[in-house]
């Protein structure tokens, strides 16, 4: 089993301070989702967790089976296990999506033992065909003129091929019809299994009615409020967040961000 | 400011050399009437690039014998991986200046297509040498350059490919440059006529670190009504050379003339390219890729000039350059009065990998005439951080993100070199000059 610690964290963009002391903790064979409403915090966790350049850790810890996350460069992260499905990812000109995937995988084995071209080529296929993606999306460049959902999709290809230990996807519901969601939940209920951890990030229940989470936590102003199992997402979704908001004395105001 | 340009050579040295490379008469004439001319002739100025204290003119040796290869065998190996060994095809390799190897299929002969050094040409075929040599492309007068070239012309190729050929294979060069005191003054005409359709592509290649002397180099070429031509070219000469480069298109009716230029040379490098569509209807898609380095300052003028109706100009550009480099883009869509109907669109992109390094692009439409479109497109940046992040995340390394975010850049001019082993040489150029 591994786990990943996040412990009283606080990050802040250009000065502003968007968590004010996270803790979470995940542990492979765990889905978590964190839900809340817009501009709290959200997505900030999930960069900060992969390293994003713009968002600096003030204070706290993340850890990964003890080892300091955060003394580690972006890459050295993703060789460690950790993955994150980006709302936005980039779209980069004259690199092909299997090139792309490829260097990614080769970059977590040792020189001399490269992913064998079959090998890649047979898994690739299997996987674009379970995310129902046209042939023509492994030979296109990197996201580029994609559109959202096929973002979204290459997303989940991505992840499905570098197996990660713990993956955090970040709204990759944002944009999908009904069926391209089913497709995205078909791929990470795959992943599903001992070896497997995974945070969602969402403002909605929607996803987690194909995924099924564990735990799921709520997050306002910059802090987890609130945990509890799948059932707490059902609620959310029917009576919103004014009951919280209540319960915990917090007035409804959201920190401003920009993602 | 001016510099004097004082020459080595006398006209009786130019005459006397082409004499000695058993040139047609005229040709003799030609060059002592480019010579006499040389003195008056103001030096070309790119824009956006000083030149008026580069030497263009010192050179230690007008030309050098150097040996003919019976063999592809005979070959540095950098250079024979640039063709298929087992079966040339139609090839012309020139050893420093002198005209070293020449394959071209009984078949190809047969139907009429010429493939033959430039001294050859002026002799065995000098009706038609004459017709294009330039008169119509590149003039002897533009300025002090072009008149050099016609003067002291050491070197090239003449191409010419007949009414309704169709070659598949690409017709293939190699400028191999392997000694020190050797200047190029080469001249390449290529002709294709009517409904003709072919690929040229030519390679200059150093095996030598450095360079004493001088590259003039002029290209022209012809596309014949409903022709179809791509020329590509990889330029990877040695530091030390001071480069002169101009590349020109003509074309006729309803004819395509493409250019996939990697223009990699290690030297100080003044390049032109400019396409003049005359027929209706015809086109340019003029690509070019650049990497400076070190110290190096080049100029890259692309032009597209619309005379035809309905004629369409592509111009992409797309630079690296890195430590202290400076590169100028300029990119000129020109369509003149009566060009009704035309097209000009033009894209520079250029990636600056160093806080000294300079990138310039400087984008020009230059309209004439109410019923046309244009557009151009320029960006100069940095590699974007959020690029790098998102590759990154995936495990790869900042060294190799880097890289494949640069070979990326390049990639969609990279990728229309026809020939593979053209295409290898040019990404190991690339990879060697952006570590």
């Not at chain 2, 369409?312 to 003149?336: P, Q, R, Y």
């Amino acid at each position: 089993m591994s786990t990943l610690e996040i412990k009283g964290l606080h990050v802040e963009i250009e000065g502003k301070e968007i968590l004010k002391g996270v803790d979470l903790t995940i542990n492979t064979n765990e889905i978590h989702a964190i839900m809340g409403p817009n501009g709290t915090g959200k997505s900030t966790l999930a960069q900060a967790i992969m390293g994003h350049p713009r968002y600096e850790v003030t204070a706290g810890t993340i850890t990964l089976d003890g080892e300091d996350v955060l003394e580690m460069e972006v890459d050295e992260r993703a060789r460690a296990g950790i993955f994150l499905a980006m709302q936005y990812p980039s779209e980069v000109n004259g690199v092909t999506n299997a090139d792309f995937l490829r260097s990614s995988i080769n970059a977590k084995r040792e020189e001399g033992d490269e992913i064998p071209l079959m090998s890649f080529i047979r898994e690739l296929d299997a996987k674009m065909e379970t995310l129902e993606m046209d042939e023509d999306m492994a030979t296109r460049y990197l996201n580029e003129g994609f559109s959202g959902g096929e973002k979204k999709r290459n997303e989940i290809l991505q992840l499905m091929m570098l197996k990660p230990k713990f993956a955090v996807l970040d709204e990759i519901d944002s944009g999908l019809d009904i069926d391209a969601l089913k497709v995205v939940a078909k791929g990470v209920n795959e992943l599903r299994g001992e070896d497997f951890g995974c945070l969602i990030i969402t403002h909605y229940q929607r996803l987690l009615d194909y995924i099924t989470p564990d735990k799921v936590h709520v997050m306002i102003q910059g802090k987890v409020v609130q945990s509890g199992g799948a059932e707490l997402a059902l609620k959310l979704e029917e009576q919103g967040y004014d009951w919280l908001h209540e319960e915990l004395g917090i007035e409804a105001e959201t920190v401003e961000q920009e993602a | 400011m001016t510099v004097e340009t004082k020459l080595a050579l006398t006209e009786q040295d130019v005459r006397s050399y082409s004499e000695k490379m058993n040139e047609a008469a005229w040709m003799t004439d030609f060059r002592a009437d480019a010579f006499a001319k040389l003195e008056q002739l103001p030096m070309p100025k790119p824009d956006k690039t000083r030149i008026d204290r580069w030497n263009f003119t010192d050179f230690p040796i007008h030309a050098v014998e150097s040996s003919v290869y019976s063999s592809l065998d005979e070959l540095p190996a950098k250079a024979r991986e640039l063709f298929d060994a087992e079966k040339p095809g139609s090839l012309y390799i020139q050893h420093n200046n002198t005209p070293a190897f020449l394959s071209l299929s009984d078949d190809l002969k047969a139907k009429g297509v010429i493939l033959t050094d430039i001294f050859t040409a002026t002799r065995e075929h000098g009706e038609l040498v004459k017709k294009y040599y330039m008169t119509n492309g590149v003039k002897v007068d533009e300025h002090k350059l072009t008149a050099l070239n016609a003067a002291f012309m050491n070197g090239g190729v003449f191409v010419y490919v007949p009414k309704n050929v169709v070659i598949e294979e690409p017709i293939q060069a190699l400028f191999l440059h392997d000694d020190e005191q050797v200047s190029l003054f080469n001249h390449i005409i290529v002709v294709a006529e009517a409904n003709s359709s072919f690929t040229y592509i030519e390679n200059y290649m150093s095996t030598v670190a450095n360079a004493k002397g001088q590259a003039n180099i002029v290209s022209e070429v012809f596309t014949g009504d409903n022709s179809n031509v791509t020329y590509g070219a990889v330029d990877v000469l040695s530091e030390g050379f001071t480069t002169y480069v101009n590349r020109r298109g003509v074309t006729g009716r309803d004819s395509q003339l493409n250019w996939v230029l990697g223009l990699m040379n290690d030297g100080n490098t003044i390049a032109e390219n400019i396409t003049h569509l005359v027929g209706d209807n015809s086109g340019a898609d003029m690509k070019t890729v650049v990497v400076g380095t070190g110290k190096q300052r080049q100029n890259f003028t692309t032009e597209i000039i619309s005379w035809g109706k309905n004629t369409n100009g592509m111009i992409l550009k797309h630079a690296v350059v890195k430590d202290e480099s400076t590169a100028i883009f300029n990119g000129i869509g020109k369509i003149t009065k009566g060009a009704v109907g035309s097209n000009a669109e033009q894209e520079s992109r250029m990636l600056m990998l160093s806080p000294r390094a300079r990138a310039d692009a400087n984008p020009i439409l230059l309209i004439d005439e109410d019923e046309v479109t244009a557009g151009h497109a320029a960006t100069v940046g940095r590699v974007d951080p959020i690029e790098m992040f998102y590759l990154m995340s995936r495990g790869i390394t900042k060294t190799e993100a880097e890289r494949l975010i640069i070979h990326g850049f390049l990639a969609p001019v990279v990728d229309k070199l026809k020939v593979e082993g053209v295409k290898k040489l040019l990404t190991e150029v690339i990879e060697r000059k952006v570590r």
